[in-house]
């Protein structure tokens, strides 16, 4: 917690005092995951730091749902902190650069030509917030082809003339006192058959009969892509999450509304599922 000393003269005395205290914490703040479609779906954004959050500050804390279908995921966001949903994956029936997000979806194309391009990880963040789509060559004639997801670590595989792209891999987090892995780029698929989603939660591209793979929830990541026509075979893009902690040791000067709150070791963490407003109250010692 963060007191800052006042100095003044009232009426001739030198008044001394305590005032606009504040708090330091932590944050994650992921977007929700795009959808996959022939391409995977790239994952949302995922952006970490630190900040002071002064007494009597409330704003909304926005968790970002996941796409469906040719798709994007919702952007979320956490004061200042808006991390973007990722790309949706796009069609195959012709070519198709990928689609901009967190992290860019992956690049769709069918048969010959020149090679389409994966979406960009847009708005650029520093540091970034994720990564760029795979690109789609030139295909064999007849096969439908497509990048994977970009994700929160890696950006996603290109495809080759007859083989998916793979999805990117996501990026770790330990904020809430474990080592986990967010944000994972959707595999692709090719003629039927997938690549991998990227670590993190990254669905696989579709393997007939199995369906594309869904995106994790609250993981932020891409929905893998598909083959066969059909908004019932995509993977859904897993929707976002944000975190706050702070250290247990100022916790009682401080209350925090909204989320579910809970100890772990040496911190309070806040966690966010859903949208909530979210007040924080923080008294002098």
């Given at each position: ?39 995977g779906g790239g994952a949302g954004g995922f952006r ?180 066969s026509s059909g908004a019932n075979n995509a993977g ?50």
């Amino acid at each position: 917690m963060t007191l800052r000393w006042d100095q003044r003269n009232k009426t001739g005395v030198l008044v001394k005092n305590w005032f606009n205290p504040s708090v330091d914490i932590e944050y994650l703040v992921i977007g929700g995951g795009g959808g996959g479609y022939n391409s995977g779906g790239g994952a949302g954004g995922f952006r970490s730091g630190t900040m002071t959050l002064a007494a009597g500050k409330s704003f909304s804390v926005v968790v970002g749902a996941g796409g469906a279908l040719d798709t994007s995921g919702s952007d979320s966001s956490f004061e200042t902190i808006t991390s973007t949903g990722g790309g949706g994956g796009v069609a195959s029936a012709t070519a198709i650069n990928g689609r901009t997000g967190g992290s860019g979806g992956g690049a769709s194309r069918q048969g010959a030509g020149s090679t389409v391009t994966g979406g960009a990880s847009s708005p650029v963040t520093s540091p970034v917030q994720g990564f760029n789509g795979g690109d789609a060559p030139s295909a064999n004639p007849g096969v439908n082809i497509g990048g994977g997801g970009g994700g929160a670590g890696a950006v996603g595989g290109n495809s080759t003339a007859s083989v998916a792209g793979s999805g990117g891999n996501g990026a770790s987090s330990s904020i809430t006192g474990t080592a986990v892995t967010y944000a994972g780029g959707g595999g692709s698929t090719a003629n039927g058959v997938g690549a991998a989603g990227g670590s993190g939660g990254g669905g696989a591209g579709e393997t007939t009969p199995t369906l594309g793979g869904k995106g994790t929830q609250n993981t932020g990541s891409g929905g893998g892509g598909i083959y066969s026509s059909g908004a019932n075979n995509a993977g859904a893009g897993g929707s976002g999450v944000v975190y706050m902690r702070y250290p247990i040791g100022v916790s009682k000067n401080i209350t925090v509304s909204g989320g579910v709150q809970s100890t772990i070791t040496g911190y309070v963490l806040h966690t966010f599922t859903q949208t909530a407003s979210v007040t924080v109250s923080v008294s002098a010692v």
